[in-house]
C-alpha cells in the first residue's frame, strides 16, 4: 500500500536553476511531512518539514510546499548546487503514530 | 552536532543465524525506531519503541524480530533465523517526541547468504 508516491525515480537540472522535487499521499490523517536526503551507503538525512497547519516553510535555499486539497507537496531548491545531488525522500505520518511512510526517492543530479 | 550511530556498518551472516543490530540514539531523544531499505526499494518502517516497550509495528516485524533498550544508551535490533530476504539496510532513528523529526544513523548493510 503506497500511501506516499513519488512518480519522478529522477530528475537532472543544470546548476543554479531550481529543482522541483515532488510527493502525493492518499492518507487524508498525515499531518506531519518532512524532506530527508541521501547519500549513498548513508543515512537518510533530515532536511526539512511542515505541519499541516503551514502551506509553506522555507529554510535557505530549500523550501517545501503544502497543498492539502490535492494531497502534494514539493520540494523546491533553488539555487540548485551540484552537491545538491543525492535522493531526496519525502516522508509524512499523522499525529496518532509513530512511523513516517516514506516515498520511493527521486534521485537529483545538478549537472555543473 | 548530536547524531544517531550504528554499528557494525556490514554484517555478513548465514541464513539460519541470528545477527544483533546496534544503535546509539541521541541522547535526550525519547523515541526510537528501526526502518530498513531493501536494495532499489523505499525506506519501511519496522517498529518504533518508547518508554522500555514496543509502541508500533509494522507488519514486517514479526516473531523473527525483537528489539531491546539492554542499557541506558544502546538500542538493538534482533533478527533470529535470518533468511535470505532479509538482506537490506537497516537504518535506526530516534527523536524527542512521538511525531516530531526522525533523525536516522548511518544504516547497518546485512547480507544473507
Known amino acids: 500500500d503506497q500511501q506516499v508516491k513519488q512518480n519522478s525515480p529522477s530528475l537532472s537540472v543544470q546548476e543554479g536553476r531550481i529543482s522541483i522535487l515532488n510527493c502525493d499521499y492518499t492518507?487524508?490523517?498525515?499531518?506531519?511531512f518532512l524532506w530527508y536526503k541521501k547519500y549513498p551507503a548513508e543515512g537518510p538525512t533530515f532536511l526539512i518539514s511542515i505541519s499541516s497547519i503551514k502551506d509553506k516553510n522555507e529554510d535557505g535555499r530549500f523550501t517545501v510546499f503544502l497543498n492539502k486539497s490535492a494531497k502534494h507537496l514539493s520540494l523546491h531548491i533553488v539555487p540548485s548546487q551540484p552537491g545538491d545531488s543525492a535522493v531526496y525522500f519525502c516522508?509524512?505520518?499523522?499525529?496518532?503514530?509513530?512511523?513516517?511512510?516514506f516515498g520511493t526517492g527521486t534521485s537529483l543530479t545538478v549537472i555543473p | 552536532e548530536p547524531e544517531v550511530t550504528q554499528t557494525p556498518s556490514h554484517q555478513v551472516t548465514q541464513m539460519g543465524q541470528e545477527v544483533i543490530l546496534r544503535c546509539v540514539p541521541i541522547s535526550n531523544h525519547l523515541y526510537f525506531y528501526w526502518y530498513r531499505q531493501i536494495l532499489g526499494q523505499k525506506v519501511e518502517f519496522l517498529v518504533s519503541f518508547y518508554n522500555n516497550e514496543i509502541s508500533e509495528k509494522s507488519e514486517i516485524f514479526d516473531d523473527q524480530f525483537s528489539v531491546e533498550r539492554p542499557d541506558g544508551s544502546n538500542f538493538t535490533l534482533k533478527i533470529r533465523s535470518t533468511k535470505l530476504e532479509d538482506s537490506a539496510m537497516y537504518f535506526c532513528?530516534?527523536?524527542?517526541?512521538?511525531?516530531?523529526?526522525?533523525?536516522f544513523g548511518p544504516g547497518t548493510r546485512l547480507l544473507v547468504l
Open positions: 532513528a530516534s527523536s524527542t517526541d512521538r511525531g516530531e523529526t526522525q533523525y
Open positions: 492518507n487524508s490523517m498525515f499531518d506531519y
Open positions: 516522508a509524512a505520518s499523522r499525529n496518532t503514530g509513530n512511523q513516517f511512510y
